[in-house]
């Protein structure tokens, strides 16, 4: 299995599902959870409209407005990551990857209270099923 590159707060889990499928999962887990599903972009068919390629790649824009609000409340910059996102490619090798910001990495980003953790590490055990994981 290939590697994806490593970058600083990304966690990156591979899928064993393609990338429409992993994102239609993770859409489905996520709208049952009663989260708002904001944008779906699909990176790959926007290219192939501009006349390039891409392999297939798509992102999820998603959240809580209830749970996000309290986190702007604390810290208001930290809307700059805010809603949460889900981005799901294909490798050169065929592999899909789900990548999301580490909650780790956002709530020390942004200097928020340990406290808040749990709002935004709420959706990964969605993430890795709709992966899954």
Same mark, same amino acid.
């Given at each position: 299995?290939?590697?994806?590159?490593?970058?600083?707060?990304?966690?990156?889990?591979?899928? #064993?599902? $393609?990338?429409?499928?992993?994102? @239609? &999962?993770?859409?489905?887990? +996520?709208?049952?959870?009663?989260?708002? =599903? !904001?944008? #779906?972009? $699909?990176?790959?068919?926007?290219? @192939? &409209?501009?006349?390039?390629? +891409?392999?297939?790649?798509?992102?999820? =824009? !998603?959240?809580?407005?209830?749970?996000?609000?309290?986190?702007?409340?604390?810290?208001?910059?930290?809307?700059?990551?805010?809603?949460?996102?889900?981005?799901?490619?294909?490798?050169?090798?065929?592999?899909?990857?789900?990548?999301?910001?580490?909650?780790?990495?956002?709530?020390?980003?942004?200097?928020?209270?340990?406290?808040?953790?749990?709002?935004?590490?709420?959706?990964?055990?969605?993430?890795?099923?709709?992966?899954?994981?």
């Amino acid at each position: 299995m290939a590697s994806p590159t490593t970058a600083p707060g990304l966690v990156q889990l591979p899928s #064993r599902h $393609d990338v429409a499928e992993t994102v @239609a &999962r993770l859409e489905r887990l +996520l709208t049952e959870r009663g989260l708002t =599903i !904001f944008a #779906r972009i $699909d990176f790959s068919g926007d290219a @192939a &409209r501009a006349g390039v390629s +891409l392999r297939p790649e798509q992102m999820l =824009i !998603f959240g809580n407005p209830k749970a996000g609000t309290a986190l702007m409340q604390a810290e208001p910059a930290s809307g700059i990551d805010l809603p949460l996102k889900a981005l799901v490619w294909q490798d050169a090798d065929g592999q899909v990857w789900l990548a999301y910001n580490s909650p780790q990495y956002l709530i020390e980003r942004h200097g928020l209270a340990p406290a808040m953790m749990a709002i935004v590490a709420a959706p990964i055990p969605l993430l890795q099923a709709a992966a899954g994981s």
